[in-house]
Nanobody, 116 residues
Framework: QVQLVESGGRLVQPGGSLTLSCAAS????????MNWHRRIPGKQRELVAA????????IYADSVKGRFTISRDNAGNTVNLQMNDLKPEDTAVYFC?????????WGQGTQVTVSS
């Protein structure tokens, strides 16, 4: 049974930093590209960052480029999202996703709230 469990979401002040983690089990982690998405209230889900299976390349949404960094540890079956200079508009539920050619798995999400 595949499980993706996000953690690290909390209330943080504008300008602050936060690291989200996603722990994967039940799959061969290194076979999956990993993505972080977010769902902002009242908006469609947005792809925030994506990283290749080997972790040698990543892409970012324009809204987070230069502030967020995605990384992965294939030995530990985890993918992280380092978020710096957080803004109120980053408030959302953040989800990790594992994707290969034919499978697509999601975690339950973790809430990030940026507010003073």
């Amino acid at each position: 049974q595949v499980q993706l469990v996000e953690s690290g979401g909390r209330l943080v002040q504008p300008g602050g930093s936060l690291t989200l983690s996603c722990a994967a089990s039940g799959l061969t982690f290194s076979n999956y590209a990993m993505n972080w998405h977010r769902r902002i209230p009242g908006k469609q889900r947005e792809l925030v960052a994506a990283i290749t299976r080997a972790g040698d390349s990543a892409i970012y949404a324009d809204s987070v480029k230069g502030r967020f960094t995605i990384s992965r540890d294939n030995a530990g079956n985890t993918v992280n999202l380092q978020m710096n200079d957080l803004k109120p508009e980053d408030t959302a539920v953040y989800f990790c996703q594992a994707v290969d050619g034919s499978n697509n798995y999601w975690g339950q999400g973790t809430q990030v709230t940026v507010s003073s």
